[in-house]
């Protein structure tokens, strides 16, 4: 049974080698970051989509996004990463990343390591990083069953790469095609096999949230409406993260925030710890904001998950609901926060 404590120096040391000899064969040369690699872990059969970067020459990495989840969030960054706000980025997320980095963007932990294995780097992007991103919480250091799965992942995409510069094997991405490596355990060795498997990315269903309270309805019909008023609604994650403690990993908390449109005037503002809250926080704060200053004319939202949220409560109340992209007022909101954290 695999752990989730830190790695040994022997399991470190393979992971290191597996990242050098990825970085020297270059495979962002001639394939691109959706030319997404399938990697089966051997220790779960959890599936790794392994995304090769480096083909614009500014970042060179490979991630491993973990399972549909970590499928879906690479998708929605690939389609969507022009209207994603910057701060809500990295929330996408949910991989095992091995980046090569310029030496001043390590950690004293990377560097006790790499001092301890007796490695040296030298120049630009030459020196290997690994993290766990994960939506809501600061990038990592990996734990042994991740140094374990992106020591398959660097060699298995790897070989994929190399084969499929050489004509021996296909990727046919445009029609979501491409090359699973998984293992099989014989004679108590693991001996990697390919076959070439269909990508079917995942689809988010939001279940709608109902409201049953009919005297709440009821009390909020009777308040005054404004018609002209449109107010921005979302929850998102804090710009900076907060830490609990000196050796707990930092997390982003979430914030819910409800904005005039054309004034950009706060009309209700909320900090919370998990998207778990989200409904609850969105619902209470949006009640409130009704039976004090009125029902506005409009209410705009930031795709599906947020309209499954206040849909219902919308129709009840004869509030008209639109759904879209970019919400101008919150992302101005959000950006001005992020440059007061983090200066």
Not at 35 to 64: H, R
Not at 224 to 248: H, Q
Request: include cysteine; charge should be negative.
């Amino acid at each position: 049974m695999v752990t989730n404590g830190s790695p040994t120096m022997d399991e470190w040391r393979e992971l290191y080698q597996a990242a050098i000899e990825f970085k020297n064969a270059q495979p962002w040369q001639w394939l691109y970051d959706m030319d997404l690699i399938c990697v089966q872990n051997p220790a779960d059969q959890t599936i790794g989509y392994c995304s090769i970067m480096g083909k614009n020459a500014e970042f060179y990495a490979l991630g491993v996004y973990l399972g549909p989840q970590g499928l879906w969030g690479f998708a929605e960054m690939a389609e969507n990463a022009d209207i994603i706000p910057r701060s809500q980025i990295m929330h996408y997320q949910n991989c095992i990343m091995c980046s090569f980095e310029n030496r001043e963007e390590l950690t004293d932990v990377d560097r006790k390591i790499i001092k301890e294995l007796g490695l040296k780097f030298r120049g630009k992007n030459a020196w290997p990083k690994f993290r766990r991103f994960e939506p809501g919480y600061y990038p990592w250091y990996i734990t042994r069953y991740e140094c374990l799965f992106l020591t398959h992942a660097l060699r298995q995409t790897l070989f994929v790469a190399l084969n499929v510069r050489d004509g021996k094997l296909k990727l046919d991405i445009e029609n979501e095609r491409t090359i699973l490596r998984y293992a099989e355990q014989e004679n108590g060795k693991l001996n990697w096999y390919s076959k070439e498997i269909e990508l079917g990315y995942p689809i988010a269903i939001y279940r709608k949230i109902e409201i049953n309270d009919d005297v709440l309805i009821r009390k909020l019909n009777n308040v005054k409406r404004n018609k002209n008023m449109v107010i921005e609604v979302d929850t998102l994650y804090m710009p900076a993260p907060v830490r609990e403690s000196k050796d707990a990993r930092p997390y982003y908390p979430r914030i819910y925030v409800a904005i005039e449109a054309k004034t950009s005037f706060v009309m209700g503002y909320d900090i919370y710890k998990s998207k778990e809250e989200d409904v609850d926080i969105s619902l209470n704060n949006l009640v409130n904001m009704f039976l004090d200053n009125g029902l506005p004319g409009e209410i705009h939202v930031r795709g599906d998950r947020m309209a499954s949220i206040v849909q219902d409560l919308c129709k009840k109340t004869g509030i008209r609901l639109k759904i879209t992209g970019v919400l101008p007022a919150v992302d101005s909101f959000i950006e001005e926060m992020e440059e007061k954290l983090l200066v």
